[in-house]
């Protein structure tokens, strides 16, 4: 069976509008007019001789895998660590290395990640910007060797840009967080929990659950100026496909009215309230309903709204729930 592909447009999209849709979306174009994506399709060297104009001298961490894992950083076989190395390394030193990887099939690979544009290549993110975002949000950088990054989620929104190489992206909703087999939450590759399930072969008994879920995912693929809009909590399983990949991804919550970020509040419900009766939990979970996702609607809809107090507009009333939460977990 073929896997569907997400929604696709062309570069001219409202990007609020699509993130309040909380769907994937490939923006076809969205970075080709870029210097660095016209110097990748041009070659691999025109685009190093591009990255290093910009090159600071800073360091920072990759990952480097023997050519055995073929590129998949991933754990060992027991859960307790992984098969690939963690080094900190020049970004000049990063290049030589990845063009080293290409060049031969016995070379280790390299991935480095998650770096910011603006310390690691300063100016780059001047000359390669999206009008549809807000300046002020942050580039990353990815670029490496062919490699299979475990299917993960993001807490923030996505917008990732290709600029060279292709990538494969395999999506799964947030509902199906059940049925990934996801790993620990706190022995992670990178930060943020995989799901062990995917990737794996039809019918592995390991991962029953899996089966029901394996045929929801959506595949998209990306060639050098597309992107892919990912929203928050969508699980992503992301394959660098050539010898040579680079990509751009922006982070930003569009939604937030202030600094507490919604997983922060899942994990300190994890310890209030996971591990309690089954029937409090439940109750728990009907209030929840009720005063946070409001299923039928506005909890205090029956009462004028000068009646509302603290559930009256959060951009009024943030400053004051938050005081109150601050202080019970101070003890007060």
């Not at 290709?162 to 990934?180: M, S």
Request: one cysteine or more; proline letters at 8%; a negative charge.
């Amino acid at each position: 069976m073929t896997n569907a592909a997400p929604r696709e447009s062309g570069p001219e999209v409202d990007l609020p509008s699509i993130a309040e849709q909380a769907e994937p979306v490939v923006i076809r174009g969205a970075c080709r007019d870029w210097p660095a994506t016209a110097a990748a399709v041009r070659s691999t060297e025109a685009l190093f001789d591009y990255l290093r104009r910009f090159d600071g001298g800073q360091r920072a961490e990759a990952f480097v895998g023997e050519p055995g894992i073929a590129g998949r950083y991933y754990y060992d076989e027991a859960l307790d660590g992984f098969n690939f190395t963690r080094e900190t390394m020049t970004f000049a030193d990063a290049l030589a290395r990845i063009a080293a990887g290409a060049a031969a099939a016995d070379a280790p690979s390299v991935y480095m990640g998650s770096v910011s544009a603006d310390r690691m290549l300063p100016g780059f993110s001047a000359e390669n910007r999206l009008e549809m975002l807000d300046p002020r949000i942050e580039a990353g950088l990815w670029i490496g060797n062919a490699s299979h990054v475990s299917c993960h989620y993001d807490a923030l929104d996505n917008l990732a840009c290709v600029v060279a190489g292709r990538r494969r992206f395999t999506l799964f909703p947030p509902d199906a967080v059940g049925d990934l087999y996801v790993g620990p939450i706190d022995h992670t590759m990178a930060g943020q929990p995989v799901g062990l399930a995917v990737g794996s072969p039809p019918g592995d008994p390991r991962y029953p659950r899996f089966e029901a879920v394996r045929d929801r995912a959506l595949v998209a693929e990306l060639g050098p100026g597309d992107a892919l809009y990912l929203p928050k909590l969508w699980w992503h399983r992301v394959e660098a496909l050539e010898p040579v990949n680079m990509l751009v991804n922006y982070w930003w919550d569009g939604f937030s009215a202030g600094p507490d970020a919604p997983l922060t509040t899942m994990m300190l419900a994890m310890i209030a309230i996971a591990e309690r009766p089954e029937r409090e939990r439940l109750a728990w979970r009907a209030f929840f309903d009720h005063y946070v996702f409001r299923p039928d609607g506005h909890p205090l809809a029956h009462l004028p709204s000068e009646k509302h107090g603290i559930l009256g507009p959060l951009r009024s009333n943030y400053g004051r729930i938050r005081a109150i939460v601050m202080q019970r977990l101070r003890g007060g």
